[in-house]
């Protein structure tokens, strides 16, 4: 869109207010409510913003124990460079637009640690392997009759699950009945911002729902889940309800945030996972991606599990993976991959926790995967049996944020993809959670999730 | 003392690390390795203030420190880490001579604030980010000390609070914003030094 394209679509869409939206490292939306005057005139480097909205932690508290170049030596501005293709009215407030943005320095240079910025570089390589991708994401998420207010001064202890039953079930259309008019709003909203969408449905635990969204372009597919994200919470907060994304705010089934993914050839646009003459149609691009996925697992969910919260979701037979295995069909394992027809052939990556940053968690799959592409690596066997309750080895996973950062740190394959500075970085972002929640209130023998993290992050994450 | 060892549960807390690191520092110290040495038992510590707490088993010259309150713990210090002069002790009247004895071993020896401070510069002057010179003013002492040249970053503040920073007994940003010291130093400077004293607390450096 050129200026002129720009300034008339403004018109067009009668939008006077713009609101940037970017994610922090955490993954929480963060931006600013802007005049369409100074969005315009701000074009096309971006507004300035301080440097803490990328480098500090969740609570937005700058990172105190540890420093990257592209800081800014006294808490200076960066800038969000809108993506004008990005720019979409709001549909319901009809004065608003919205743009997503990417973090960039004075210069209008991309900063590393850019969540959305790494992963359009990890789509760029996947690119010059001659693929495009195809990707998304499946949002699981609570819902609660109470408002965040409630909630709060309740001390997250008070909340009520939207569900039927005071038994979980799945699928189940009552519980879903209820959340309907909920997801009525949420669904409305969400096309009128031009964000396909699939289906939705109740999930495993109380209060759990399930939405999913169309497969498209990794960028795309990430952008739609942060938006989705502020959609859902937006809603909430209309009916004076409430949502989560944290992995496991109390008992039962906890929150994942699994993506699915394939290749296509993009001069061809064949499925490139697939090859109908291969044993189990599966390529050879499929084998050795694969097996980067494999490799790179336990170093892969420090950004998979970002929070302490997250690991809790960890048990054998609650859904959650807690091995580096693979499988076809295989639903318990960590990689599930559907091979057998060309149109549905794909991996779906099931580690991944519903707090994670989805930008990043797409972009350590990728960056996974091209390892195995470039490395032409072979992955283990296939694990066709049920993968949980097996005796401890090492295909655990780790099971705390701190065993997680320093298989990231020892992973050399991501650190040849993603950089080595980008994952020096987050593990000491891991590691400083790991002491505030340690040194702040967590209680490091409880099993059940404690008020630290419900505080933490119930309504932010 | 070579012939103690120091070890810890696995994926330890913070807790059990600092208080790891300030074992092994201390047995350096022939005169504390003497006392450990001494010294059988287990007692356990616990914040007044969160929910953390380690237990710290003693004995044949063996030190071994996990997460929580054991039930093997005949004594427990309950204590603001912040502030360890407030402190509760339970089991005082059932063992009082452990309960002495541990006051004892809990009063680790610090170095002077120059000796700390040199120590700290040698073992971190190469580290990434590092500023070129910390130039130091000991308030109760009224006495300057220059680490490296040309310093680009000042502090300020009484011995036992500078020794403490630089000892890697506390964090210099915490210092800092409890006012225990203060300075003049770049954001950057600030986190890279934070960061290493964060290292040297949990024994990392």
């Not at chain 1, 691009?285 to 997250?310: D, E, F, K, Q």
């Not at chain 2, 089991?91 to 071993?105: E, N, V």
């Not at chain 2, 011995?159 to 210092?175: C, P, T």
Request: charged share 25%; hydrophobic share 40%.
């Amino acid at each position: 869109m050129n200026d002129e394209e720009l300034l008339n679509w403004l018109d067009r869409h009668h939008v006077d207010v713009i609101r940037t939206h970017a994610t922090s490292l955490d993954g929480p939306g963060l931006g600013k409510y802007l005049h369409h005057d100074k969005f315009f005139k701000c074009l096309p480097k971006g507004h300035a913003i301080s440097d803490i909205a990328l480098f500090s932690n969740i609570n937005g508290t700058p990172h105190m124990t540890v420093w990257h170049p592209q800081r800014e030596a006294n808490l200076g501005d960066i800038y969000l460079r809108p993506d004008i293709s990005t720019l979409i009215p709001d549909g319901t407030d009809t004065k608003l637009g919205h743009c997503i943005c990417d973090f960039t320095n004075n210069a209008g240079e991309s900063l590393d640690l850019c969540p959305r910025s790494t992963l359009k570089r990890m789509v760029a390589e996947v690119a010059e392997l001659g693929f495009e991708i195809k990707a998304t994401y499946e949002l699981e998420f609570f819902i609660f009759r109470e408002s965040y207010d409630e909630i709060r001064r309740g001390r997250y202890r008070n909340f009520t699950r939207l569900t039927a039953s005071n038994k979980a079930g799945i699928y189940n259309l009552r519980n879903a009945y209820l959340a309907k008019p909920f997801m009525d709003e949420v669904i409305k909203r969400m096309e009128r911002k031009g964000i396909a969408w699939e289906g939705w449905n109740d999930e495993a635990a109380k209060g759990q729902l399930e939405l999913n969204l169309i497969p498209s372009d990794p960028v795309s597919a990430a952008d739609n889940v942060v938006r989705t994200k502020q959609i859902l919470y937006e809603v909430a907060i209309d009916l004076g309800m409430a949502i989560t994304f944290m992995a496991r705010p109390g008992a039962g089934y906890s929150n994942g945030m699994h993506m699915h993914h394939s290749l296509v050839g993009a001069d061809t646009g064949e499925a490139a996972f697939f090859d109908k003459g291969a044993p189990q149609c599966r390529s050879q691009l499929m084998t050795h991606w694969l097996a980067g996925l494999v490799a790179t697992l336990p170093g892969a969910v420090s950004y998979l599990c970002p929070t302490v919260n997250s690991f809790r979701r960890f048990s054998d037979f609650s859904g959650s993976p807690t091995t580096t295995t693979w499988g076809e069909e295989n639903k318990t394992a960590a990689l599930r991959l559907i091979s057998h027809t060309e149109k549905q052939s794909r991996i779906e990556h099931r580690v991944g926790a519903s707090d994670l940053n989805p930008y990043l968690g797409m972009a350590v799959l990728l960056a996974g995967g091209l390892a195995g592409v470039k490395h032409s690596l072979n992955p283990p066997d296939e694990f066709s049996k049920v993968a949980w309750g097996l005796p401890p080895s090492e295909a655990d996973l780790p099971r705390t944020i701190t065993q997680a950062a320093e298989c990231l740190k020892a992973d050399e394959l991501l650190k040849e993809v993603l950089g080595s500075g980008n994952i020096e970085y987050w593990a000491k972002t891991r590691e400083a959670e790991w002491l505030a929640f340690h040194t702040e209130g967590g209680d490091a023998l409880g099993h059940k999730t404690s008020f630290w993290e419900l505080e933490r992050y119930f309504e932010i994450i | 003392m070579a012939n103690t060892e120091v070890s810890l549960e696995n994926d330890p807390t913070p807790l059990v690390k600092i208080f790891a690191n300030k074992f092994l520092k201390s047995l350096d110290h022939a005169k504390y390795a003497s006392k450990v040495n001494r010294f059988h038992g287990t007692f356990a510590l616990a914040s007044t203030t969160s929910p953390q707490s380690i237990t710290i088993d003693i004995r044949n010259s063996k030190i071994f420190i996990c997460r929580g309150i054991q039930d093997t713990a005949k004594i427990v210090i309950r204590t603001d880490f912040d502030n360890p002069s407030k402190q509760k002790v339970e089991g005082l009247l059932l063992h009082p001579l452990l309960a002495m004895k541990i006051s004892r071993l809990l009063d680790f020896p610090q170095a002077n604030w120059i000796d700390a401070a040199k120590q700290f510069w040698e073992k971190n002057v190469e580290y990434p980010g590092m500023p070129t010179g910390i130039e130091i003013h000991c308030e109760d002492e009224s006495r300057e000390y220059t680490l490296g040249e040309d310093p680009d970053v000042y502090i300020t503040g009484r011995s036992n609070n500078i020794a403490e920073v630089f000892a890697g007994d506390a964090v210099l940003v915490e210092s800092l914003m409890l006012k225990k010291l203060s300075g003049v130093s770049s954001f950057e400077h600030a986190v890279v030094l934070s960061d290493v004293t964060v290292q040297m607390m949990l024994g990392n450096r």
